[in-house]
């Protein structure tokens, strides 16, 4: 039980990567809120999940303030601190040119995908300093690297927003002990595939980083002594060309 004693809170946690990683945060010790928008998927994430720590659930909307206030008062209080975020909360859409997306588009994929990330931040930075310690981990995306048609517009610019607000939040809270690491995923078999523009076929997503492959990476980053920090980290299928 790697993570005995500790605690995470993880939004996006109902689904894909970050369920993944609350499972495998739970399987070693940790306790574990997952957050996301829709209650019911959450519960069922949380009933289903079998080994280690139950996963908590409590329903939030990254891009309202209010709404991740209250769900960093809850977790607090149910977990007594709150050790680790991470930021896996995210969208992509399917019209991803500039041609084809809305201004609308834009401002949802911006605004869950980076500034949620921000919130979420900003909300539990604050008992981390006092601490002084405390890891945030922002699940980016190789697209937060390189700017690829693949993701399309909106979503690179938000993932690359989050990159750099990662780097720039730990270069400033070192000296705090508060580490952040940007994690930077190819391809990975989730829900959000249902958003591509074209289908994906059974076998391209069996090729593809499965959520529990994430999960034992973001374990192996939580697991370090607060001496090292892991700043960023790419994770790709072996069949994915990284350019």
């Known amino acids: 039980m790697k993570l005995q004693g500790k605690t995470a809170v993880i939004t996006g946690g109902g689904s894909g990567i970050g369920l993944g990683i609350a499972v495998a945060f739970a399987a070693e010790g940790c306790r574990v809120v997952i957050a996301g928008r829709r209650e019911e998927l959450l519960r069922e994430a949380a009933e289903t999940s079998q080994g280690g720590t139950p996963l908590l659930f409590h329903t939030v909307d990254v891009t309202d303030r209010e709404s991740v206030k209250r769900l960093f008062d809850w977790a607090t209080e149910q977990l007594g601190q709150i050790d680790i975020l991470v930021n896996s909360a995210g969208i992509n ?36 300093r006092e601490r002084r310690d405390g890891l945030i981990i922002h699940v980016s995306s190789i697209a937060g690297l390189r700017a690829l048609a693949l993701g399309g517009i909106a979503y690179c610019a938000a993932k690359f927003a989050m990159s750099a607000m990662g780097t720039a939040i730990a270069n400033e809270e070192a000296p705090n002990g508060i580490r952040v690491t940007n994690l930077y995923p190819g391809e990975v078999n989730t829900p959000i595939l249902e958003n591509r523009p074209e289908p994906v076929s059974d076998e391209r997503k069996a090729a593809m980083v499965q959520p529990e492959d994430i999960g034992e990476l973001a374990v192996t980053i939580a697991c370090l002594p607060p001496r090292s920090h892991v700043s960023d980290v790419i994770i790709k299928p072996r069949v994915q060309e990284y350019v």
């Open 93 to 128: 859409i399917k019209t991803r040119s500039m041609a084809t997306m809305s201004p609308e588009q834009w401002d949802e994929v911006m605004a869950i995908n980076a500034t949620g990330a921000y919130n979420c931040t900003y909300e539990v930075l604050p008992q981390m």
